[in-house]
C-alpha cells in the first residue's frame, strides 16, 4: 500500500487559516480520488472534501464549502487542504484518504464513512481552533 503523510496542522485562533498537505510515495494520487476526512474527540469520522484524479470534481461537505479548498500537485504527488475562516468546530485531526476510484463519491462528504470506501489513510495532523 502507498504511504501517506499529512502535514500543516496546527492551532490557531477561530478565523484563522491552515494549509494541510498530504504526501504520497508514490504516483497512487495521480490515478484516485482523495479524500479529505477529519475526527473530533468523541465523535465520528466527518468526510470533509474530495478530488478526482483529473482534478475536474471538487466535492465539500456544506459544513467547510466556502471556506475550504482542495487541490492537488500532480507532479509532487501531493493533496492539499487549504483551511480559511477556520472555526472552533472545526477541530479534529484530519486525514487524506485514496478512494478505491479514480472519481469522487459524493456518499463520502454526506453520509457516514465507510472504510471500505478507501484504500489508504494518512496517520493524520491535528487542527486545533480555540481563542
Known amino acids: 500500500q502507498v504511504h501517506l503523510v499529512e502535514s500543516g496542522g496546527g492551532s490557531v485562533q477561530p478565523g484563522g487559516s491552515l494549509r494541510l498537505s498530504c504526501t504520497a510515495s508514490?504516483?497512487?494520487?495521480?490515478?484516485?480520488?482523495v479524500n479529505w476526512i477529519r475526527q473530533a474527540p468523541g465523535k465520528e469520522r466527518e468526510g470533509v472534501s474530495c478530488?478526482?484524479?483529473?482534478?475536474?470534481?471538487?466535492m465539500y461537505a456544506d459544513s467547510v464549502k466556502g471556506r475550504f479548498t482542495i487541490s492537488r500537485d500532480v507532479a509532487a504527488n501531493m493533496v492539499y487542504l487549504q483551511m480559511d475562516m477556520l472555526k472552533p468546530e472545526d477541530a479534529a485531526v484530519y486525514y487524506c484518504?485514496?478512494?478505491?476510484?479514480?472519481?469522487?463519491?459524493?456518499?463520502?462528504?454526506?453520509?457516514?464513512?465507510?472504510?471500505?470506501?478507501?484504500?489508504?489513510w494518512g496517520q493524520g495532523t491535528q487542527v486545533t481552533v480555540s481563542s
Open positions: 484518504a485514496i478512494n478505491v476510484s479514480p472519481w469522487c463519491d459524493r456518499r463520502t462528504v454526506t453520509d457516514k464513512i465507510r472504510m471500505d470506501d478507501f484504500t489508504s
Open positions: 508514490d504516483d497512487t494520487l495521480d490515478y484516485f480520488a
Open positions: 478530488i478526482n484524479s483529473s482534478e475536474g470534481v471538487k
